[in-house]
């Protein structure tokens, strides 16, 4: 049964489902009727999750507010990306509601709802019903990227899930399946655009990216993480400590120093 459509829920109207087995705009029996690839780990795309009207109402209205930039371009897993929290780890309510349009606050509470979560759990054959849950939206403008990696090895399962409503691949920005930390080992790719997701299932295996959002690209890559942890775990893996911070700029911008010095010895040759 498609999931009922929440583009005419009138803002400001709470939502009974939270924590409920039902959800408003994700089409659960999308998600537990899937099957999981087994090469070169497991995983699986999903498509079509939302109605037509709730996939257009997702697009025009992604979340605008509440976004820190993270970056770093130094390191062995090179990203840059702007982020907001939707759900914080553990939460039981959606974090900074008020700014979020009616389908959002209904798709916010979907996440937090037991049936989805049971949904996950049938999908990937673990029981979810004690893990955390942490839910990030991302926006990776021109020049966003995000490097090869497996993934904390707290993290069970993690569904990454599309909001633009249309996208040209050749600007980059899609999700890499590869079989190896090279870049270039590429088995598939799955495009951002609104209806389309992905389930990886976590392992020392389970290698992934996002491929660079051209410079010239006119859009930015829109997309949400809702991430599953192991019972217990209480850090956001998303965000970045203090001195990871403090690293990265200090390092990019010595770089930065570095090449235009060397940039302008070269030109005096």
Known sequence: MQAQTAAAVAPGVPNSMTNNSTTKVIDLNRISGSRLQTEPFRWAAIDRL????????????????????????????????????????????????????????????????????????ELIGVDLSDAELEVNVFDYPPGGLHGAHTDHRDKIVTHVLYFNDSWNDDDGGCLLILKSPDMQDVVTHVSPCVGNSAVLVRSDNSWHAVSGVARTCQLSRRSLTATFYYPGHVDSTVWPTWGQYLHSVVTTRWQRLRGLVVGGNAGRM
């Not at 992604?62 to 770093?72: I, L, S």
């Not at 039981?92 to 606050?105: C, D, P, T």
């Open 50 to 121: 939302y109605s037509p009207a709730d996939s257009a109402a997702l697009a025009a209205t992604f979340p605008t507010d509440g976004y820190k930039r993270v970056w770093d371009h130094v390191g062995e897993k090179k990203h840059d990306y702007l982020v907001r929290a939707l759900v914080r780890m553990s939460a039981n309510s959606v974090s900074g509601k008020s700014g979020l349009s009616s389908v959002w606050r209904a798709l916010a509470d979907d996440f937090l709802s037991d049936g989805y979560r049971r949904a996950m759990g």
